[in-house]
């Protein structure tokens, strides 16, 4: 595959965008060790998310192509602009979907029972916005699933010590989501799409993210206290919930020209931040 070809596959996939889950399901993954894994189950944990989240861009790419090619916003995608033809795409699918199951089976037995449950939810939420709006919180389960499958991965048995980070990660995400949103508001209504914006309009789009970032932090801080973690874990939650806040001030009913800058960056930076606070925790045990 040659470099060019390669980069739209990760266009397509927006690969960059790894870095909302991937370090949440660090911490699940380091917190259900007691510190580091070992390279084995971190390279199987790795693949199992890169692969799943692949495997669900991929049918969203595909689900969403027609409406894509509508919206201004979304026709430069590769589907629409034709990058990619449907079957390129279906083949990366069927792919991702094999390499996901492969590392499940190579984890545990759990792990990997339970993985068509998690492929499917990952999947799903592709499907959402066309009946509910609440699609945002569909959008942060597929991403809140993280931390208590990096769990399993590690442990091979089911346990609740994980519930408040999926809990947290969904209102997260499901928080930036909506604002993400705000930018599709008008063509969303017109063509019969659901969002928390589309229902409401701006103003309780706002209110309802901010609500939700709020909801953030308290399940952050309730899962530290479940797996007793330490102060660093506190102020990882500290350094989240100040950069949530600074997120929130950059969007106004009136002005939402820096969605970019607050949907991406700082939430990588909330993400990769708080994972370093947890390592930290975790090395100073």
Same mark, same amino acid.
């Given at each position: 595959?040659? &470099?060019?070809?390669? /980069?739209?596959?990760?266009?397509? &996939? ?62 430069? /995608? ?65 991403? *809140? ?20 980070? &999926? ?100 939430? *990588? ?15 100073? /045990?």
């Amino acid at each position: 595959m040659s &470099i060019s070809a390669t /980069r739209t596959y990760l266009e397509m &996939i927006k690969v960059e965008h790894s870095v909302f889950a991937l370090p949440f399901a660090f911490v699940g993954m380091m917190y259900a060790a007691g510190g580091w894994p070992g390279w084995r189950v971190f390279g199987l944990v790795v693949l199992a998310m890169v692969s799943a989240r692949s495997a669900a861009m991929a049918l969203n790419r595909l689900a969403d192509a027609k409406i894509d090619a509508l919206n201004p916003r979304t026709a430069s /995608r590769a589907i629409p602009k034709g990058d990619l033809k449907v079957p390129q795409v279906v083949a990366f699918l069927v792919v991702s979907v094999a390499l996901f199951f492969t590392a499940a089976a190579f984890l545990n037995p759990l792990t990997l029972a339970l993985s068509p449950l998690a492929l499917l939810v990952l999947m799903f939420y592709s499907y959402t916005k066309r009946f509910t709006w609440l699609c945002h919180l569909f959008v942060g389960l597929s991403l *809140g699933l993280a931390p208590a499958a990096a769990w399993v991965a590690v442990t091979g048995e089911f346990s609740w010590a994980p519930l408040f980070w &999926i809990l947290a990660v969904m209102s997260w995400t499901g928080g930036f989501d909506v604002l993400y949103a705000l930018q599709d508001e008008e063509f969303d209504r017109v063509n019969g799409l659901h969002s928390i914006p589309a229902k409401f309009g701006r103003r309780k789009a706002i209110w309802s993210s901010r609500s939700f970032h709020l909801l953030t932090v308290v399940f952050l801080v309730l899962a530290g206290l479940r797996v007793g973690a330490g102060i660093a874990y506190f102020l990882g939650c500290a350094f989240a919930a100040a950069l949530l806040t600074y997120e929130q001030s950059l969007v106004s009913e009136r002005d939402i020209s820096r969605i970019n800058f607050a949907f991406f960056t700082l939430n *990588g930076y909330v993400s990769i931040g708080f994972f370093t606070f947890c390592l930290l925790d975790i090395l100073l /045990r």
